[in-house]
């Protein structure tokens, strides 16, 4: 089943504004999503870019254990491995090797590489995780790949 997923920051396959990149102030868009599954017990969302000149696409967020009674999340995420709002919420690990390798990190490719894809897809899980904050992409891939009930995806683009 297709989970509606939608900003306000900027519309399916249009620019993702500077404001949330790298070269901005680099805080998370605004999100909100409809139509999840019946039976939705937790939701978990992937930000990554499959353009970035990586073996592996480039992971700029990894969020989890998003309670399913949430429909979107806020301007500006804070980036925290564990969240109060949303309420339980864990963050994983981005691709960045410094810094802040933890939460939500913009759009920043390298220039000259033309337009890159940012993918935000969202997965409505049928269990709850017992997870701890911090996970990489592939370890919440692996523990999810069994209860994932439905899932939606927003892409936004990004071009320095």
């Known amino acids: 089943m297709a989970i509606e997923i939608t900003s ?8 993702i504004p500077k404001k949330y990149s790298g070269e901005g102030v680099d805080v998370s868009p605004p999100l909100a999503w409809s139509g999840l599954p019946e039976g939705t017990q937790e939701l978990a969302l992937i930000c990554d870019d499959p353009d970035a000149p990586t073996a592996e ?4 967020w990894v ?4 309670p399913a009674t949430i429909a979107g999340l806020p301007e ?17 690990k981005n691709s960045w090797p410094s810094g802040q390798t933890v939460a ?4 920043m490719p390298p220039p000259g590489l033309g337009r890159h894809r940012y ?6 899980l049928e269990a709850k995780m017992v997870v701890q904050p911090g996970m990489t992409k592939k370890a919440l891939l692996d523990e999810m790949k069994e209860h994932v009930l439905g ?10």
Do not use: N, S
């Open 8 to 15: 306000t920051a900027f519309a399916q396959g249009q620019p």
């Open 104 to 107: 939500y990190r913009g759009p």
């Open 57 to 60: 696409p480039w992971v700029h």
């Open 76 to 92: 500006g995420v804070d980036k925290k491995p564990r969240l109060k709002q949303p309420p339980g919420a864990l963050q994983g």
């Open 119 to 124: 993918y935000f897809r969202l997965y409505a």
């Open 151 to 160: 899932e939606g995806c927003l892409m936004g683009t990004y071009e320095r």
């Open 63 to 66: 969020i989890y254990k998003i």
